[in-house]
Every structure is written in structure tokens, then in C-alpha cells.
């Protein structure tokens, strides 16, 4: 892809999953990178595993989005680190399924390490920057534009981002791109979780059948499609939702039509 070749970004929550799966890519494409998470001991082996295969150019901070001064601090580390930043990836949130039972804290919560982290540190990547070209992707998800059970926390925050996306890609043109990303159903820590027996291979098939694609996505996919918007590939691309969802947004309530029968199709 173009562009990205010795350009310096941050990543937030890059020690697991998608997040992971995105610094890799950009290590791999000979962009530095400084990612965060809140542990520091997973985040210190990722870094050692990242070290090992792509060198020094890629730097661990142990950090809590949702704490105040942390957008401000990780960007002045990233600009110590690096001089300016070209990219920022927002892509650590937190995963709160609460609905009527959600509490003052759990809103709090859910926004505050939410959308308006990733809206404060959109805002401190923007400061100062003298008409330097940038580029910002925020992970939002399909639980941003359907209704689930029981998510109102998750699926309102998540809704948040894509309209934060396209304020800040108009107020930031025309210097900065800003765009966010859907993803679907994707083989991280989370998922794992809720399959019956805690393996990939007792994934329910019914799942797998939410994509037209069949399958659930893997983390480097999604990386491939953060990466690209990034790019300068994608150049002409702002204040956009990628539907990187294989299909699932596309799927009507009939999915994949097993069951529905229609004039002359049966
Ligand atoms: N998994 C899916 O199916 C799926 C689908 C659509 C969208 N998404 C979105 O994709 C993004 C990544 O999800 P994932 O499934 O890859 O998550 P994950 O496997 O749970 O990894 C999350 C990463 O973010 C870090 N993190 C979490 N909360 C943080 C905080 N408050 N401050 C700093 N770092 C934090 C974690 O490290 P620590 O725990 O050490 O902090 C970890 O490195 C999220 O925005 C999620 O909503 C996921």
C-alpha cells in the first residue's frame, strides 16, 4: 500500500486482538508504531514478540483510555518518540453488554473509554500540526448500526463513533482523513468466550452464517482494511464507514435465504 513506509503512528489496545493484528501490519509495512494497553504485562510480551521479528521501531505504553490525561500523554510520547505522528488508530473499547440494567457507572464507562477517548485523542493527534497531512481510523462495529439483545451500552457507543468520524473529517479537512471501520464477527479473546466449549472448533455454525462470507473473520483481516484507509490508497476517502463485515450489514432478515421462498423459486 502507499504511503505508509517510515511514517509514525499510535495504536490503541495493540497488545491483543484486532489491535494486535493492526500493529503487526503496520510493523510489517515499515511504519513505527507505539500501541498502548492497560496491562503491562501482556503488553510488554507483545512488545517482545513484536521486537524479535520487526526490530526497535516499536514501543509499548501501559495505559487506561479512560483515565484524563492519557490521550494527552500518549501522543506528546508518541511526538517524543517519533516527531510528528501521521496515523492514529483508535481501537481499544470497552466491551459493556448492559441494558436496563445499566448503571450511571457503566455509561460513564462505556463512553468515557469509548467514543470520547477516542474523540480526545483525535482531537490531541490534531493539535499543532501545521498543515501536516494525517490519518485517523476509529473501530466501530456492526453493533453501531443494528439492534442486538440486551447491548445498549455497547451498540449506542459504538453508533457514537460513526458520527464523531464524520464531524471530526469536516473539521479536520483537509490535512487529516478520518474514518472508522465495521467489523463483524471476529476470532479475538471476546468470542472466544461465548463459544460453548471456550475452542474455534465448537463455533456455532449459525454465527459463522450472520456473514454472507460464511466465516468468521480473523484480526489480520481487519488490520488489512485499517491499514488501507490509512494509506494513501485510500486518499481520496474521509469521514467513511467501511463495512469491513463480510456481508453481514448487507444481509436482510432472511440471511442466507434457506429458509425463504419466493414467486418461482421453489
Ligand atoms: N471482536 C469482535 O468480534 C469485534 C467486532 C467488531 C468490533 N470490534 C471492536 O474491535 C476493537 C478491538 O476488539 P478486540 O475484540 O480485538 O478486543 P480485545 O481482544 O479484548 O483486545 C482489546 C485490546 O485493547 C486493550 N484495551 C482494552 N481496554 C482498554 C483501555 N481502557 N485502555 C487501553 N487499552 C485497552 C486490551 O489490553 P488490556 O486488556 O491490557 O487493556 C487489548 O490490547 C474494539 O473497538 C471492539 O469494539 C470487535
Request: proline share 4%.
Amino acid at each position: 500500500m502507499k504511503g505508509l513506509k517510515g511514517k509514525a503512528a499510535i495504536v490503541t489496545g495493540g497488545s491483543r486482538g484486532i489491535g494486535r493484528a493492526i500493529v503487526e501490519r503496520l510493523l510489517e509495512e515499515d511504519v513505527r508504531v507505539l500501541f498502548c494497553g492497560r496491562s503491562e504485562t501482556s503488553g510488554k510480551a507483545a512488545l517482545e514478540e513484536f521486537q524479535k521479528k520487526y526490530g526497535n521501531n516499536v514501543h509499548f505504553a501501559a495505559a487506561d483510555m479512560e483515565e484524563k490525561d492519557v490521550p494527552e500523554k500518549l501522543i506528546s510520547q508518541g511526538r517524543a518518540l517519533f516527531g510528528e505522528l501521521d496515523f492514529l488508530v483508535n481501537n481499544a473499547f470497552p466491551f459493556t453488554a448492559k441494558a436496563m440494567d445499566a448503571t450511571y457507572e457503566d455509561w460513564t464507562h462505556t463512553f468515557m473509554a469509548g467514543p470520547a477517548a477516542y474523540a480526545r485523542m483525535i482531537a490531541e493527534f490534531s493539535k499543532n500540526r501545521k498543515k501536516k497531512e494525517g490519518s485517523v481510523v476509529c473501530v466501530s462495529s456492526i453493533s453501531g448500526h443494528i439492534s442486538q439483545p440486551l447491548r445498549w451500552t455497547y451498540n449506542a457507543a459504538k453508533g457514537a463513533v460513526k458520527q464523531l468520524i464524520r464531524c471530526a473529517a469536516l473539521d479536520l479537512a483537509p490535512y487529516i482523513r478520518v474514518n472508522c471501520i465495521s467489523p463483524a464477527w471476529v476470532k479475538t479473546d471476546e468470542v472466544l468466550k461465548a463459544t460453548p466449549d471456550k475452542t474455534w472448533e465448537s463455533t456455532p455454525k449459525a454465527w459463522e452464517e450472520y456473514h454472507m462470507l460464511q466465516k468468521l473473520q480473523e484480526p489480520s483481516q481487519i488490520a488489512a482494511a485499517v491499514v488501507y484507509l490509512l494509506s494513501d490508497d485510500a486518499a481520496v476517502i474521509t469521514g467513511h464507514d467501511l463495512f469491513a463485515d463480510s456481508g453481514y450489514l448487507a444481509m436482510g432478515p432472511e440471511g442466507l435465504g434457506k429458509t425463504a421462498n419466493f414467486a418461482g423459486s421453489a
